[in-house]
């Protein structure tokens, strides 16, 4: 099933899985991480998929706040971008 958020509802999503996001594995993360990359970086330009990648490449359970907060940024600069 196909559903289209805007980047609010991403934000948001991505916050309210802080805690459940920190529970991870190593391994489990990494799949969650995986996972993540896959459904959004075909969405995004490839200056932003840089950001995504070294985002996610350098994070661990143990800094999912850091994760979710730089993940936040670069959906902020996504949408500027777009918009203008």
Do not use: C, H
């Amino acid at each position: 099933m196909d559903q289209k958020i805007d980047s609010n509802q991403l934000k948001d999503r991505l916050v309210k899985m802080i805690k459940i996001l920190k529970d991870l594995s190593e391994e489990e993360f990494g799949l969650f991480k995986g996972w993540f990359k896959w459904i959004l970086k075909p969405r995004i330009s490839e200056e932003l998929r840089f950001k995504i990648d070294d985002i996610l490449e350098k994070s661990r359970p143990t800094e999912v706040e850091n994760m979710v907060y730089n993940l936040a940024n670069t959906i902020d600069e996504m949408t500027q971008k777009a918009m203008v």
